[in-house]
């Protein structure tokens, strides 16, 4: 077990803890004791969910096993610390896939249960936890678990989107979805604003695998740029086996001074907007699904001080009061957007979980004072417009903002104590947010 100092990625919240990565089951059996513990996946979250100060992080790299596959049922069961690249070349070569999947192959399929992360196409597909059929979770007090939704279901949906606070999961059966090609034709369909974009979309919703879209918010205010409609094919090279990839290393990578600016985000926004000109392009299903693989030297290019994310799911009804309204902000704050993209969203909203009808908006720009006083009032529209923030994404939302947004957050405290009176497992994101 060793000290150390953790960051979110992005370096939007920090803290010294510890960190222990054991390597066999018999480990959590002979764990006692009141913690404070968390357990910890690929560590790519943008905020603090995966350390805490004082706390002893349970890393979970070396349970990466595929315990079972159950090609007739459409399930695999396989440990948390399993990551998605591990997964997509098991699956593929079997004509199965998992359908919700976020844009980097690195992440672990235990995050991805805490965190109810959503994929490419949130308003077809769901959130992750809608495809877990069953987990085991671990806690000292209360030993290893069998949760689903017919068994211990309070506790299941609280585990859900739970942010790893109701102890260590060990391993869960997902629901898989069967594999329609091994590429993906995309379409980038060019527009002049976000309003238009939302129109868009709209058009193509159920009628996509792939739907979102990308804008310029650094050099236009407007926020012009591309909806991407993407298409399984069954063009399309052989799935990997193994697939490589570039691993975040904050620590490593980083530039000491950051090179993001109003400037370069500009120049940088225009050369991808020309890279990515109206037109279909066939990319690998790999290629499609991980975009984020691809482009690890634009996050370093942050340097030490990082960035902040905000993600909203807007109602459609007050979609067009509230793009102006972002955009005037910005303006009088003098941020500069580096990425802003869309999706559309649709499901219930339980407990903490990030979701509800509507189009969903997520905007990153550098670290600064002037961003995060940029981000407090965002919190404030996003309140008075009945918007809900991702409380994964964005790394200083504060709990006034969250219990606000989320009608069930004291439910889900609340829930929590009285499953873990002694509050065993808690992070840096859990006190922010005030659980």
Not at 151 to 176: C, Q, Y
Not at 231 to 242: D, I, Q, S
Not at 306 to 311: A, C, I, S, T, V
Not at 318 to 324: N, W
Request: with cysteine.
């Amino acid at each position: 077990m060793a000290d150390r100092t953790f960051h979110s990625f992005g370096f939007g919240e920090s803290a010294q803890g510890s960190l222990e990565e054991p390597d066999r089951l018999r480990f959590f059996d002979a764990v006692h004791g009141n913690g404070p513990l968390l357990p910890r996946g690929a560590g790519v979250s943008l905020a603090g969910a995966s350390f805490g100060p004082g706390v002893r992080a349970l890393g979970m790299r070396h349970f990466n096993r595929v315990l079972a596959f159950d090609d007739a049922a459409g399930t695999v069961t396989v440990e948390s610390g399993a990551t998605l690249a591990t997964l997509f070349g098991f699956l593929a070569r079997k004509g199965w896939m998992i359908a919700v999947q976020p844009g980097y192959p690195g992440v672990t399929v235990g995050g991805c249960i805490a965190g109810n992360v959503h994929g490419k196409s949130q308003y077809e597909e769901g959130c992750f936890g809608d495809w877990v059929e069953e987990l085991e979770l671990w806690h000292p007090r209360h030993g290893r678990l069998m949760l689903s939704p017919t068994r211990e279901s309070d506790l299941f949906a609280l585990t859900i989107g739970g942010f790893g606070l109701t102890g260590v999961i060990l391993s869960a059966r997902l629901r898989l979805a069967k594999l329609k090609g091994r590429g993906v034709a995309l379409t980038a369909l060019p527009v002049g604003d976000i309003g238009e974009a939302a129109t868009v979309m709209k058009e193509h919703r159920g009628r996509a695998d792939f739907l979102y879209t990308w804008h310029d918010m650094a050099w236009s205010p407007r926020g012009r740029g591309f909806v991407f409609v993407g298409k399984l094919t069954a063009e399309g090279p052989e799935v990997p086996v193994r697939a490589s990839f570039h691993r975040f290393d904050q620590e490593r990578f980083t530039l000491p001074v950051g090179l993001m600016n109003r400037w370069s985000l500009s120049a940088m926004n225009c050369l991808y907007s020309s890279s990515r000109r109206s037109g279909v392009r066939q990319l690998s299903l790999w290629n499609a699904m991980f975009p984020f693989a691809a482009i690890p030297a634009y996050f370093y290019l942050y340097g030490r001080r990082g960035f902040l994310e905000h993600q909203v799911v807007i109602p459609e009804a007050a979609f067009a009061t509230y793009i102006p309204r972002l955009r005037a902000l910005a303006g009088r704050h003098r941020v500069p957007f580096g990425l802003a993209a869309m999706k559309l969203f649709r499901g219930p909203q339980r407990l903490l979980t990030f979701s509800g009808d509507g189009i969903s908006l997520a905007i990153e720009a550098p670290q600064s004072s002037a961003t995060r006083a940029l981000f407090a009032d965002i919190d404030l529209l996003d309140v008075a417009l009945g918007c809900r923030a991702n409380i994964l994404k964005d790394a200083r939302l504060p709990a006034a903002a969250v219990a606000r947004q989320y009608p069930e957050h004291d439910v889900f405290r609340d829930r929590l104590t009285a499953f873990d009176p002694a509050r065993i497992f808690r992070s840096s994101l859990s006190l922010r947010i005030g659980l």
